[in-house]
């Protein structure tokens, strides 16, 4: 049997798709994608999806209905499947959409710009000469992007509503207070971040203190064994990841940092979170 849609469901790479004269064009990344609907009665919808006959043939993709009309005062429902050609149906679901008084008809199915991820953006726009420098991922601190692509014209940081400040880090962090030097590759010249974690927030200077997104599930992995009774001594507290969620959670903590800009931070956070 043929895998449905999902052998369609991909950005050509490497052909600068979407640029024009530096300026992103976010129509040249939809993409039409025609597929059989089962039109039926409105009470029939709901038993075409829990049907166990029909789930391998349901449309099933993320971001994307599975079911739709054909229009407003149309009552009757298209409960989308994933084949745009009937010979790729089995001879139950075909018995069973009969049994179900459904008719099958072709319906357009539109993947925007907003479906596609950041990375088969980005993929699909660098020319081919550039796919190699691509950015692996990138991470978001605050209203900080670290890595992104940046559309130098337009100032358009893609893909990331609540992104304003777009960084790239310029060395390795091999300095006592574990900071990077960065540069602006776009938006505004703030940075200072709130970021939350760990049911708390943390407000920094990103270009001052040492902070890692990444390290999330170890701040949280060890904050869950610390006990209200327990006593927190941080001795690299930084901005206090661990120290102000082990306040929050009782304990007596005792935090330090040698950054007198972490320390600053440090004790802002502290009273911004009541800890
Ligand atoms: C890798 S960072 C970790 C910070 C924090 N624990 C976190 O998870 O974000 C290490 C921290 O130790 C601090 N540090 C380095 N040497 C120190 C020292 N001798 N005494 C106290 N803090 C120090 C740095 O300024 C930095 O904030």
Same mark, same amino acid.
């Given at each position: 049997?043929?895998?449905g849609i999902s052998k369609h469901l991909? !950005?050509?790479?490497?052909?600068?798709?979407?640029?024009?004269?530096?300026?992103?064009?976010?129509?040249?990344?939809?993409?039409? =994608?025609?597929?059989?609907?089962?039109?039926?009665?409105?009470?029939?919808? @709901?038993?075409?999806?829990?049907?166990?006959?029909?789930?391998?043939?349901?449309?099933?993709?993320?971001?994307?209905?599975?079911?739709?009309?054909?229009?407003?005062?149309?009552?009757?429902?298209?409960?989308?499947?994933?084949?745009?050609?009937? *010979?790729?149906?089995?001879?139950?679901?075909?018995?069973?959409?009969?049994?179900?008084?459904?008719?099958?008809?072709?319906?357009?199915?539109?993947?925007?710009?907003?479906?596609?991820?950041?990375?088969?953006? =980005?993929?699909? =726009?660098?020319?081919?000469?550039?796919?190699?420098?691509?950015?692996?991922?990138?991470?978001?601190?605050?209203? =900080?992007?670290?890595?992104?692509? *940046?559309?130098?014209?337009?100032?358009?940081?893609?893909?990331?509503?609540?992104?304003?400040?777009?960084?790239?880090?310029?060395?390795?962090?091999?300095?006592?207070?574990?900071?990077?030097?960065?540069? !602006?590759?776009?938006?505004?010249?703030?940075?200072?971040?709130?970021?939350?974690?760990? @049911?708390?927030?943390?407000?920094?200077?990103?270009?001052?203190?040492?902070?890692?997104?990444r390290l999330h599930t170890e701040h949280?992995?060890?904050?869950?064994?610390?006990?209200?009774?327990?006593?927190?001594?941080?001795?690299?507290?930084?901005?206090?990841?661990?120290?102000?969620?082990?306040?929050?959670?009782?304990?007596?903590?005792?935090?330090?940092?040698?950054?007198?800009?972490?320390?600053?931070?440090?004790?802002?956070?502290?009273?911004?979170?009541?800890?």
């Open positions: 049997m043929s895998e991909f !950005l050509p790479k490497g052909q600068g798709l979407g640029l024009k004269d530096g300026k992103l064009d976010k129509d040249a990344f939809k993409k039409v =994608i025609p597929v059989l609907a089962a039109k039926v009665a409105p009470e029939k919808a @709901g038993v075409l999806l829990k049907s166990p006959v029909m789930k391998r043939s349901l449309l099933d993709v993320p971001k994307i209905k599975s079911v739709g009309t054909e229009g407003p005062g149309n009552e009757e429902r298209l409960v989308l499947l994933k084949y745009s050609d009937q *010979v790729d149906l089995t001879p139950e679901v075909l018995e069973f959409l009969k049994s179900q008084s459904a008719e099958l008809v072709s319906y357009p199915v539109e993947f925007s710009y907003d479906y596609w991820t950041a990375d088969e953006i =980005i993929h699909a =726009i660098l020319p081919e000469e550039l796919e190699a420098g691509a950015p692996s991922g990138f991470a978001n601190v605050g209203h =900080i992007g670290e890595n992104f692509v *940046v559309f130098p014209r337009t100032r358009n940081l893609a893909k990331n509503p609540k992104c304003r400040t777009v960084v790239n880090k310029l060395d390795n962090i091999d300095n006592q207070f574990r900071v990077f030097r960065m540069e !602006l590759l776009a938006g505004e010249p703030d940075f200072v971040v709130t970021q939350s974690e760990n @049911g708390c927030k943390f407000t920094f200077d990103f270009r001052e203190v040492y902070w890692n997104s949280e992995r060890l904050i869950e064994k610390f006990k209200r009774e327990d006593v927190v001594a941080d001795v690299f507290a930084g901005v206090g990841p661990f120290a102000v969620p082990a306040a929050k959670k009782g304990c007596a903590v005792l935090a330090n940092d040698l950054n007198p800009s972490s320390y600053k931070y440090l004790t802002m956070n502290v009273v911004d979170n009541k800890s």
